[in-house]
């Protein structure tokens, strides 16, 4: 149904059309160009980049439609522990305007007969849009979503319309979602996608492990997965630009991020902790250290690209196309 890559790129300010709260501490917001243009394309699993303030971006996943080329549409959840992105974000108003940057996907929805869908409270964006593709298809597919309450949980108007297709579990009422039941059957025809927090990705992740295709569970995270530190710590290690005709070290205390824009090669960046895929560059040469939360496992294996903001090299000699 979709590839990672997007159609276009955009960075400019956008108008806030509306601004509303879904659910308890929800608030959803439509954006649109000021000048009426039509906006990027995108695909279910896409997000952008909401750029709030000097050093504060924040990702959120696109929760609109795709076929909408005059509106995107994001859900922001207040978070009490935030660090100042949500509280940015639930200050914006009708008629404010806001930098955004994207779309871009690396949580796309793979053509599958069949998908189980799994959200935890504000995960529920990104499969808005993949459950409307997927009911649209005619694929197999049930979503299971859960969160502290029904008051907290966003877009329930909207799910109604799928009927049964829909498994609504508020703790408050129901408990947590029971994943040994819903992941119990595993099926080669079928994708598992799951977003939400880290105590739902990694217990769905230990149940897949046991019994399902590698290749079946898609997740997207909010929060860099913890990694362990190598024992002998960090090492230095060369790092040539290949499009760039630079020949660079990267010490133990930087990032090759930092090393590169230190020497004055242009390369994006946002969340800096390997969760949003801005970074991603090709890798020609070299035995990638992957620490990000973006690629899969596969891709990981691949080698052909790394999140340089997070991810090292364990060989002496990292090659990249830029």
Not at 75 to 87: E, F, I, N, Q, T
Not at 199 to 214: F, H, I, M, N
Request: proline letters at 6%.
């Amino acid at each position: 149904m979709t590839t990672k890559t997007t159609v276009r790129e955009h960075e400019g300010d956008m108008l806030v059309e509306s601004a509303v709260l879904g659910a308890d501490d929800v608030l959803v917001l439509t954006l649109v160009d000021p000048d009426g243009d039509s906006l990027p394309a995108w695909t279910p699993g896409a997000h952008v980049d909401l750029i709030l303030g000097p050093d504060l971006v924040r990702q959120y996943s696109l929760c609109g439609s795709p076929a909408d080329s005059r509106a995107i549409r994001v859900a922001v959840l207040k978070a009490p522990d935030s660090r100042g992105g949500s509280v940015a974000a639930h200050a914006l108003t009708e008629g404010a305007t806001v930098r955004v940057r994207g779309p871009r996907n690396h949580f796309p929805l793979v053509t599958a007969p069949r998908y189980v869908f799994l959200a935890g409270g504000i995960g529920i964006t990104p499969m808005l849009p993949m459950v409307a593709e997927a009911d649209a298809v005619g694929a197999d597919w049930h979503l299971f979503y859960g969160g502290r309450s029904l008051a907290s949980m966003a877009f329930l108007d909207e799910l109604s319309a799928y009927g049964d297709k829909v498994t609504l579990v508020p703790q408050d009422e129901a408990g947590m979602l029971d994943l040994a039941s819903i992941l119990g059957d595993p099926r080669p025809d079928t994708l598992v996608y799951c977003c939400g927090p880290e105590g739902l990705l990694g217990a769905v992740e230990e149940r897949c492990a046991v019994d399902w295709p590698a290749s079946a569970l898609h997740l997207e995270r909010f929060a860099a997965k913890a990694t362990d530190a190598p024992a002998e710590g960090e090492r230095s290690f060369e790092l040539v630009l290949a499009g760039s005709g630079l020949t660079l070290v990267v010490p133990p205390d930087r990032s090759v991020f930092d090393v590169i824009q230190d020497a004055g090669v242009s390369v994006l960046g946002s969340c800096h902790e390997g969760i949003c895929g801005t970074c991603e560059q090709i890798v020609l040469e070299g035995d990638v250290d992957h620490r990000d939360s973006v690629l899969s496992e596969s891709e990981q294996a691949a080698n052909d690209a790394m999140m340089v903001c997070v991810s090292r090299c364990r060989s002496d000699r990292l090659v990249l196309d830029l």
